[in-house]
């Protein structure tokens, strides 16, 4: 037999990693995002003064692929893809590495690897989406 929740996803899904936990970890990775010397000016151009509106989002966005809250809304391969001017195909190795510091900062090594392995898969997406054009091989 399935555990219930498989078959009907309407059932509360268990909490994996507290929102406590995820606000900190958002925090701490726009800190360094802002910090960093490639990374920060991208952001901040692009975000402006809309900050306090980015970040309550992505707390969205990783309490959804967290814990399947279903919180978040919204199209990211959209909102990435104007961003190819501006974005290297490399940047995201040090958006990746920025990440994975924050974890090592914040949780034990078995929530480090299942967030990151998210991070990644979610990295190699965007990253597919913004600089893989087919057409351009021809
Ligand atoms: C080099 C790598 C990246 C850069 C430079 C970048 C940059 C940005 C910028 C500038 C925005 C704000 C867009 C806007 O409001 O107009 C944004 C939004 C966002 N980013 Fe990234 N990003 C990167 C990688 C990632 C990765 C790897 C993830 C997920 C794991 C991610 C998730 C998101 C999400 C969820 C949003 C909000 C989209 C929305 O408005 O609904 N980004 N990013």
């Not at 306090?52 to 279903?70: A, I, T």
């Not at 392995?117 to 913004?130: D, F, N, P, T, V």
């Amino acid at each position: 037999m399935y555990p219930p929740e498989e078959v009907n996803p309407r059932l509360p899904r268990p909490i994996i990693i507290p929102n406590d936990m995820i606000v900190k970890m958002v925090d701490r990775f726009y800190e360094k995002v802002r910090e960093h010397s490639i990374l920060g000016p991208i952001f901040d151009t692009k975000i402006g003064d809309r900050w306090s509106e980015h970040m309550p989002k992505m707390y969205r966005f990783w309490s959804s692929v967290l814990n399947s809250s279903g919180l978040y809304s919204g199209n990211p391969m959209q909102k990435h893809k104007p961003l190819t001017d501006k974005v290297k195909p490399e940047y995201f190795t040090h958006w990746l590495d920025l990440f994975r510091e924050t974890l090592e900062e914040l949780f034990d090594n078995k929530d480090v690897e299942f967030i990151f392995e998210k991070a990644e898969r979610i990295a190699q997406s965007l990253s597919l989406g913004m600089f893989y054009n087919p057409a351009a091989q021809r």
